[in-house]
């Protein structure tokens, strides 16, 4: 087999082999096909598309590339979620002790964040004493005693998908639904998990900003997990602007902790009732999606999902007096109000930039290298469709320099003003389960 051969059939655009996506990816990963013709088949893919048996086929070959987790010493169906990421993202940090309440095992596999705020991992870390070093006994340990468990990435979780998407973001590869599915999807599938939930974001927020384009990603994630055996479905929720109203790492864990509490803002709370509904009907803990809302509320109502989140937090090493006293989380210096300049409407709020403002505080890594501040970010005070008097707060900015002026001009041109009224945008769009 060579890849010349390979590369030439899907120019022509016919169906690669199982066999010769195997070849391909083991190929590429031990350095025996280049870059050059990866690269070229890349190009191929983008513009040829992939059937769902190539997409499936291509997934199952990055998996077997590396490390694979083994979770078959945890009682019960484990489900995983995934979100294609946004700004003020705080679900997992909400859904994992919620749908723990109730019995569902969510042994979660995190990374850190590169982009706007941190990564989950980079958020936990808000809480002093917690880490996510623990092994696979330990992991698995709490996974069944708790029900829930964080673990930082492995180093050799599918080392083909780590090689390919380098190369994809320097040969203008990176927007190709086959690409981007697969690599999501390998990630899951080695992590170990029985059935997935995929939260794909649309919007200005969003890594695919028309709903044409998330549906179309939600439905090849979808068929590639069902595909290969791991019961898989997908919301297409709203990332025009921001989630709930905190963007930074200690605030959203503040805004988490009033969440599990039933007192969260109304967008991340409905988000996380639909997304652990769908979570605990595929670990058939109720028979119906009806049934697994009432449970997730009747633990927001009754403290159980908050009390899972202390002791989650306790077992990594966590201070869990956080849950009970969110003072005690680290506080910026400052604190700045950001005044509206006239009376109206929002208008809109576009969430990339108001990440972009948060990640000049420090909320973010702009690199790899960036070291993140926990304290700092942003608290929304108004959302899409508010009425706002002019100089009422629309923004506070919780900063520790005293100079914001880039970061209020920044919130400034993002937030527009509108004398008419505005309809607050959808929030879940669709749900995909086939």
């Known amino acids: 087999m060579r890849m010349v051969d390979l590369i030439e059939k899907k120019r022509d655009g016919f169906e690669l082999t199982t066999e010769e996506i195997q070849f391909m990816i083991k190929g590429f990963t031990d350095g025996s096909i280049p870059d050059y013709q990866m690269s070229a088949m890349a190009m191929a893919i983008f513009f040829k598309g992939m059937t769902e048996k190539e997409r499936a086929d291509l997934t199952m070959a990055m998996v077997e590339s590396g490390d694979q987790i083994d979770l078959s010493a945890i009682e019960g169906i484990k489900v995983d979620k995934h979100s294609t990421g946004g700004v003020g993202d705080t679900t997992t940090l909400v859904l994992g002790p919620l749908v723990a309440a109730v019995g569902v095992p969510v042994a979660k596999m995190s990374g850190r964040g590169l ?5 989950t991992i980079d958020k936990l870390e808000s809480v002093k004493g917690f880490h996510v070093e623990i092994d696979n006994e330990e992991f698995i340990k709490l996974v069944n005693k708790n029900k829930i468990a964080v673990i930082g990435q492995t180093g050799n979780l599918t080392p083909a998908d780590k090689k390919l998407y380098a190369l994809r973001d320097v040969t203008a590869t990176v927007d190709s639904i086959p690409l981007i599915a697969s690599s999501i999807m390998s990630k899951k599938i080695a992590a170990g998990a029985d059935a997935i939930v995929l939260d794909v974001k649309t919007g200005a927020g969003a890594f695919m900003k028309t709903l044409e384009d998330s549906e179309a990603l939600a439905r090849a994630m979808v068929s590639i997990g069902n595909n290969v055996g791991r019961k898989t479905m997908a919301v297409i929720s709203d990332m025009s602007q921001p989630l709930g109203y905190a963007i930074g790492n200690a605030l959203e864990v503040e ?8 007192q969260g803002p109304e967008d991340l709370t409905e988000l996380c009732l639909t997304l652990g509904s769908h979570m605990v ?9 009806e049934e697994a809302r ?3 509320r009747e633990v927001m109502k009754n403290g159980e999902a908050l009390k899972k989140f202390k002791e989650f937090l306790e077992s990594q090493g966590g201070d869990g007096s956080v849950v009970d006293d969110p003072a005690k989380l680290p506080k910026a210096k400052y604190q700045f109000e950001l005044e509206a300049k006239e009376d109206g409407f929002v208008k809109e709020i576009v969430a990339d ?3 972009t403002a948060a990640m000049l505080l420090g909320a973010g890594r702009a690199t790899k290298e960036s070291q993140i501040d926990l304290a700092v970010g942003l608290v929304l005070r108004k959302k899409i469709g508010d009425a706002v008097k002019k100089g009422e707060s629309l923004v506070t900015i919780h900063s520790n320099f005293e100079d914001i002026t880039e970061v209020k001009n920044m919130l400034y041109e993002n937030i527009v003003i509108s004398p008419e009224k505005t309809e607050k945008p959808t929030l879940i769009y669709k749900e995909i389960t086939k």
Not at 115 to 119: L, S, W
Not at 281 to 289: E, G
């Open 115 to 119: 982009g706007h705020t941190g990564g």
């Open 255 to 262: 805004e988490a902790i009033e969440t599990l509490k039933g």
């Open 281 to 289: 009907y595929l670990a058939n803990k109720a028979s119906s999606l």
């Open 294 to 296: 009432s449970m997730l």
């Open 353 to 355: 930039e108001i990440g």
